[in-house]
Nanobody, 126 residues
Framework: VQLQACGGGLVQPGGSLRLSCVAS??????????MGWFRQAPGKGREYVGA???????HYANSVRGRVSVSRNNREKTATLEMINLKPEDTAVYYC???????????????????WGQGTQVTVSS
């Protein structure tokens, strides 16, 4: 399974962003249950943002709750991250993730996720 994220770029403070992730490949592609998003700011570890299960039930990190929405299209094998009211501290490389299981208690643990995309840079600056 390969994950390709896109949609990053330069965003002004207070603006919004929409990132997309496409899953491709063969074999276990149809067995993906959960898809999620992490981010990593310069000099920091990977931080969980949010995730969504096969049944579209979503889950978010407390740090971004209320500003983020994660959704998916099971038929097209895509996941979308939308964030509003962006702040400079949202600047990071954003990674798309996927796994063959769903466990809301573990979504925030990077070791839970089996598949990772290459990341897309988001810079929030005026």
């Amino acid at each position: 399974v390969q994950l390709q994220a896109c949609g990053g770029g330069l965003v002004q403070p207070g603006g919004s962003l929409r990132l997309s992730c496409v899953a491709s490949g063969s074999g276990r592609l149809t067995s993906i249950i959960a898809m999620g998003w992490f981010r990593q700011a310069p000099g920091k570890g990977r931080e969980y943002v949010g995730a969504v299960g096969w049944n579209s039930i979503d889950h978010y990190a407390n740090s971004v709750r209320g500003r983020v929405s994660v959704s998916r299209n099971n038929r097209e094998k895509t996941a979308t991250l939308e964030m509003i009211n962006l702040k400079p501290e949202d600047t990071a490389v954003y990674y798309c993730t996927a796994d063959l299981h769903a466990d809301r208690a573990r979504y925030g643990d990077p070791t839970f996720w089996k598949y990772w995309g290459q990341g897309t840079q988001v810079t929030v600056s005026s």
